[in-house]
């Protein structure tokens, strides 16, 4: 055994991801990854400086902030057009993306009506197509669908875009910068900012509107499910028909290659990018309380080790990404802002699909609305958010959550036999239906039809959901269900 009871091999194969990542991205982008690690393994959010509220009359720096310079900087150049005066910051570069983006035509369709790019800009941040996508579950069938994630995003380029046209609207960047406290006074809020390095001087700063948009690093994210994620986009991998080659024109939207291990359903997506280039995740489902220290740099071990299980080649990572997904299985209480001044957006918010995780999806659908929904906020703190969750999202939470606690030992393959009940029923209900639960838009009448053809061909799930969710969850599930049922009428 190593420090700190990790066994030995464990210990070196998290060693190993450490160099891979540091070789393909550098000091800075190892030392996000282990922030990352770290704060998660945080019992909890440290107290940081509580400066001053401001006074009553107050005239504040800015309209609104936004703390976390992601996806969430597509906000910043959609309120500066408004008239209001914004700033962004991040403890890292503001625009950098650790993560690859893959969306439809819908969400393409509203980057360009947002306003912030022309048709012609869009097009060219698209750099590869697909005629379909296919979900392939272990031991199991192969099941194609059309019309989601269709699309892989040059989110590189999306983001630098998007940072070249705050500037030219007056938006304050701020990178390398922290959060480190805010208080809220009654017509501002007061920020504690310090650059992002150790024992760095905190400077102030106040603004209107406080928008949270630092993900599963907010302390504000207490959404009950995490999604850990890794992978990169890759060079070498081998193409061709056959499921362990790539098909430039397909997506894997979906896969697994095994049965539960190590307590986890672990599951991989590929989409193919520039020619040569595929970006693979792999991921899982987890309640957020028993996602422990070092938890991504463990996945990137698991994911260096058995990516041959998934596909061919001699593959070379030319950019890791990652992330801790937070999801909402909509069975608890959402995540909420401490304040009035203050909103959360994002993977903060936990908005986006639980099940499929498209958090850049359904952000930019919402994108023209979450902007103006935050200019409201700063003309009217305190009042309610129009942001509506999409209904099937009280059908699809459940699902999440039961795959968040996959049966072990001799019920291992559960998983995926499950898995190839529901997309069979899917893809038997055609696309239409299939497309629509994937991009979070199935109605709920449709919804509850999916889960009774899920059961009738397999009655286990009765007993897989009674083990895996408490009787208060299931009541709550079915309580939601029927809620919308009824508003569809």
């Known amino acids: 055994m190593s420090a700190?009871?990790?066994?030995?091999?464990?210990?070196?194969?998290?060693?190993?991801?450490?160099?891979?990542?540091?070789?393909?991205?550098?000091?800075?982008?190892?030392?996000?990854?282990?922030?990352?690690?770290?704060?998660?393994?945080?019992?909890?959010?440290?107290?940081?400086?509580?400066?001053?509220?401001?006074d009553r009359g107050a005239t504040a720096d800015y309209d609104v902030v936004v703390a976390g310079g992601g996806l969430s900087l597509l906000l910043a150049p959609l309120l500066a057009s408004a008239g209001l005066r914004v700033a962004v910051l991040d403890r890292a570069r503001i625009g950098a993306a650790h993560r690859e983006w893959n969306a439809g035509t819908a969400e393409v369709a509203a980057l360009s009506a947002s306003g912030i790019f022309t048709r012609d800009e869009i097009e060219r941040l698209v750099i590869a197509r697909y005629v379909e996508g296919l979900c392939r579950w272990h031991g199991g069938g192969t099941y194609p669908v059309r019309g989601v994630l269709d699309h892989a995003i040059d989110a590189g380029g999306l983001l630098a875009a998007a940072r070249a046209?705050?500037?030219?609207?007056?938006?304050?960047?701020?990178?390398?910068?922290?959060?480190?406290?805010?208080?809220?006074?009654?017509?501002?809020?007061?920020?504690?900012?310090?650059?992002?390095?150790?024992?760095?001087?905190?400077?102030?700063?106040?603004?209107?509107?406080?928008?949270?948009?630092?993900?599963?690093?907010s302390p504000y994210a207490t959404a009950d499910l995490l999604c850990p994620t890794v992978g990169g986009v890759l060079t070498g991998l081998s193409e061709g028909d056959g499921e362990r080659r790539i098909r430039p024109d397909v997506g894997e939207i979906l896969a697994t290659t095994e049965d539960v291990e190590e307590g986890r359903q672990h599951l991989w997506e590929a989409f193919p990018g520039r020619p040569g280039e595929t970006t693979v995740y792999l991921f899982y489902y987890a309640r957020s309380g028993d996602v422990g220290p070092g938890a991504l740099l463990s996945l990137y071990a698991r994911f260096f080790r058995f990516l041959s299980r998934y596909k061919e080649g001699d593959a070379r990572l030319v950019r890791p990404t990652f992330g801790l997904i937070p999801g909402w299985s909509r069975l608890s209480?959402?995540?909420?802002?401490?304040?009035?001044?203050?909103?959360?957006?994002?993977?903060?918010?936990?908005?986006?699909?639980?099940?499929?995780?498209?958090?850049?999806?359904?952000?930019?659908?919402?994108?023209?609305?979450?902007?103006?929904?935050?200019?409201?906020?700063?003309?009217?703190?305190?009042?309610?958010?129009?942001?509506?969750?999409?209904?099937?999202?009280?059908?699809?939470?459940?699902?999440?959550?039961?795959?968040?606690?996959?049966?072990?030992?001799?019920?291992?393959?559960?998983?995926?036999?499950?898995?190839?009940?529901?997309?069979?029923?899917?893809?038997?209900?055609?696309?239409?239906?299939y497309a629509a639960l994937l991009r979070d838009e199935m109605q709920a009448a449709d919804f509850v039809r999916f889960l009774r053809e899920t059961a009738a061909r397999r009655p286990e799930v009765y007993r897989e959901v009674v083990s895996a969710l408490p009787l208060r969850a299931i009541g709550r599930w079915g309580a939601g269900l029927a809620r919308e049922l009824y508003r569809a009428r």
Do not use: Q, W, Y
Request: charged fraction near 20%.
């Open 333 to 433: 209480a959402a995540p909420r802002a401490p304040g009035r001044r203050v909103r959360l957006v994002g993977d903060a918010a936990a908005r986006h699909s639980p099940l499929t995780f498209c958090g850049f999806g359904a952000n930019v659908r919402e994108l023209a609305a979450t902007a103006a929904d935050l200019a409201r906020a700063v003309r009217e703190p305190g009042a309610p958010s129009t942001a509506r969750d999409a209904p099937v999202h009280v059908g699809t939470g459940a699902l999440a959550a039961l795959m968040a606690k996959p049966a072990g030992g001799a019920r291992a393959g559960e998983m995926n036999a499950l898995l190839n009940t529901a997309f069979a029923v899917l893809h038997a209900m055609g696309n239409d239906a």
């Open 4 to 54: 700190g009871g990790v066994p030995g091999s464990a210990a070196r194969e998290i060693d190993a991801a450490r160099g891979r990542v540091r070789e393909a991205g550098g000091e800075a982008l190892l030392a996000r990854l282990e922030h990352l690690d770290a704060a998660r393994a945080a019992p909890a959010p440290r107290p940081g400086p509580s400066p001053r509220p401001p």
């Open 165 to 217: 046209r705050a500037e030219a609207l007056g938006v304050t960047l701020l990178d390398g910068h922290a959060l480190l406290g805010h208080t809220e006074g009654p017509d501002a809020v007061a920020l504690a900012v310090a650059e992002a390095h150790p024992g760095a001087a905190p400077r102030a700063l106040s603004t209107r509107l406080l928008v949270d948009a630092r993900g599963a690093a």
